[in-house]
């Protein structure tokens, strides 16, 4: 049984475009929910992460909404670039646990120029 | 930030032979490591936790015998594929987290293997 849901699977924005991830989970006992981005042949890489504590957080062009009522968490990329063509991963670390993370099953960005 | 090192990135073996993967924490010490599967387009599945001096705990599914996991040290974590064949063909990937704090897990650069 899938923890963590993402969609959509696949999302195309054009240059300049908002990119919108969601996620939901269905357990309560996560305490951390990072975000990575996976290029082809790599491994994922930390985009950023945020705390059932907080509501948004923000890094530059990527945000974190985070709805703790509604078990729900989004990605927003703004002014999207074609460098952002890549596939998201949402996940949640289980509280307590030592670093192991459930993932959502991705979503591949393509960004058109 | 911290670095997690993977090797060999590619591999190609053939059928009935083994595997090892080496997984470094380059700049903290790791008395839990992640071992974690991926096929094409997909996510990434937990195969198993393992623990510095002591046996790696392995998902439901996994079998312990085909994927040796040892973990002698703080800073280096190996899986073997052991007696592979083609279907074990898949990206695989670890990934630690300090054990200071409450921090994100760094992830290796992952490992093709193909097995022909």
């Known amino acids: 049984q899938q923890q963590v849901k993402q969609s959509p699977q696949s999302l195309i924005v054009q240059k300049g475009g908002i990119s919108i991830i969601n996620c939901a989970y269905e357990?309560?006992?996560?305490?951390?929910f990072p975000w990575y981005q996976q290029f082809p042949g790599k491994g994922p890489a930390l985009l950023i992460a945020i705390r059932p504590d907080v509501s948004e957080k923000k890094e530059g062009r990527f945000t974190i909404s985070f709805n703790k009522s509604a078990k729900q968490f989004s990605l927003h990329i703004m002014d999207s670039q074609p460098g952002d063509s890549a596939t998201y991963f949402c996940a949640a670390r289980p509280r307590g646990s030592q670093g192991n993370l459930i993932f959502g099953k991705g979503t591949k960005l393509s960004v058109k120029p | 930030g911290a670095v997690v090192s993977q090797h060999p990135s590619r591999v190609i073996c053939k059928s009935g032979t083994s595997v090892k993967i080496e997984c470094r924490s380059l700049d903290f010490q790791a008395t839990t490591m992640f071992w974690y599967r991926q096929f094409p387009k997909q996510s990434l599945m937990l195969m198993a936790t393992?623990?510095?001096?002591?046996?790696?705990?392995?998902e439901q599914g996994v079998e312990k015998d085909k994927f040796l996991i040892n973990h002698a040290s703080l800073t280096l974590s190996t899986l073997t594929v052991t007696s592979a064949h083609p279907e074990d063909s898949s990206f695989y990937i670890c990934?630690?987290?300090?054990?200071?704090?409450?921090?994100?897990?760094?992830f290796g650069q992952g490992t093709r293997l193909t097995v022909v």
């Open positions: 990934s630690a987290a300090p054990p200071t704090g409450d921090t994100e897990a760094f």
């Open positions: 357990n309560t006992a996560f305490d951390y």
């Open positions: 393992s623990n510095e001096g002591s046996k790696a705990t392995y």
